[in-house]
């Protein structure tokens, strides 16, 4: 099943801290933010894997060590369940060796404890600012005239910049280099079927791979109707941030790429300001 995250209005956020006071200080926070958010508080992975399987979440905030076992395992929970839900980690410990374990368990990002609150609360208000604020620029494939027509104006409604083309040959040459790609576009949004027998694995191939760019860097969201969660498990595996099945529920499409876009245009920020 296609994980249709930020469905609702309201904001739905799981903190895991084994400190019954930092959970509650970070739960303040986040109501400081965005007053009308549902949090969750669970104090270890078990507690925390139980909560994602009866409830939806749109974002997780984790101490890296749990009472019983490593903060990262609720990550790989989701990696292999929910895909690319954020999932954010504080910790004290920042040396490279613990920040280079974390990213290569697809951790989101990493919160150095010694930022404070106030450091938590920038991040978090970058993250979770409303959508109405989100502007950005689409490179979006699409070989239909009539869907790629419906699609750019819904978009284009949504304050979001368009550049369609019809094939991934025609979108490498709008992108041929790194630079090209992440200073022309903040996400890609392609249908998986094109003509020609091409597919959307050819141009997240090109974009992780060849252009270098990864999940932050450049988010994908594929439309796609298969519903076999094997093969949807296979895209998100190959680089792509979401997936959005066919026929598209618009409100979830502009959603989902308005929260990707608004992680991505977070973390180019915070990267240019170290």
Request: proline residues 2%; hydrophobic residues 40%; negative net charge.
């Amino acid at each position: 099943m296609v994980y249709n995250a930020l469905m609702s209005e309201s904001q739905k956020v799981l903190i895991a801290d084994s400190s019954k006071l930092a959970r509650r200080l970070t739960e303040k926070l986040v109501k400081k933010i965005r007053p009308y958010t549902d949090v969750i508080t669970v104090e270890t992975v078990e507690q925390a894997i139980t909560k994602l399987q009866d409830n939806r979440v749109d974002l997780i905030i984790s101490a890296l060590r749990l009472s019983d076992d490593d903060g990262t395992k609720i990550c790989q929970y989701v990696r292999e369940n929910l895909h690319y839900l954020p999932v954010i980690i504080v910790s004290g410990d920042v040396d490279s060796r613990v920040q280079e374990r974390i990213m290569s368990s697809d951790v989101t990002d990493y919160i150095d404890k010694a930022a404070g609150q106030k450091g938590l609360e920038i991040f978090l208000r970058g993250l979770l600012r409303p959508d109405d604020q989100i502007n950005g620029k689409i490179l979006y494939i699409e070989d239909s005239a009539v869907v790629a027509h419906a699609t750019k104006k819904l978009l284009q409604n949504h304050n979001l910049d368009i550049t369609h083309t019809l094939s991934v040959t025609d979108a490498k040459a709008i992108i041929p280099t790194k630079d090209s790609a992440y200073d022309g576009f903040e996400l890609v949004l392609t249908d998986y079927y094109l003509k020609n027998n091409e597919t959307a694995l050819e141009i997240l191939d090109f974009v992780r791979n060849d252009l270098g760019l990864d999940k932050i860097e450049m988010p994908f969201v594929i439309m796609t109707g298969d519903e076999n969660t094997e093969n949807q498990k296979q895209i998100l595996n190959l680089g792509a941030n979401d997936l959005i099945g066919k026929p598209v529920n618009q409100e979830a499409l502009v959603k989902k790429i308005k929260f990707q876009i608004r992680f991505t245009q977070f973390h180019r920020e915070k990267s240019k300001n170290k």
